[in-house]
């Protein structure tokens, strides 16, 4: 069974940084595609940040140059390096894999999730 479990979050001044955590079980990580997910009081989910099995990146333009995906397979660990940051990306931050996926962005997409890691920015 596949389990994912955030940790890392907390609040940060803007401008501060944070680093996000999300452990895997069951699953064997370079073997899945992993995503980021963010949804802010009053709005909808967002994908921020996904990674494929090739190493492959994607980043939404709110959180482009700031942000970095990154994992450690053997340690079946995702993370999310969270640089700049801003009042806007106060939000619970969510983790996700799946198999296989053509948009990493799309939460539709995945099949497993965390359970969220909240991020106040102020």
């Known amino acids: 069974q596949v389990q994912l479990v955030e940790s890392g979050g907390g609040s940060v001044e803007a401008g501060g940084s944070l680093r996000l955590s999300c452990q895997g079980s069951g699953v064997t990580f370079n073997r899945y595609c992993l995503g980021w997910f963010r949804r802010a009081p009053g709005k909808e989910r967002e994908g921020i940040a996904g990674l494929d099995t090739l190493g492959r990146t994607t980043y939404a333009d709110s959180v482009k140059g700031r942000f970095i995906i990154s994992k450690d397979v053997a340690k079946k660990t995702l993370y999310l390096q969270m640089n700049d940051l801003k009042s806007e990306d106060t939000a619970m931050y969510y983790c996700?894999?799946?198999?296989?996926?053509?948009?990493?962005?799309?939460?539709?997409?995945?099949?497993?999730w965390g359970q969220g890691t909240q991020v106040t920015v102020s």
């Open positions: 996700a894999a799946d198999l296989l996926l053509m948009r990493p962005l799309d939460a539709s997409e995945y099949k497993y």
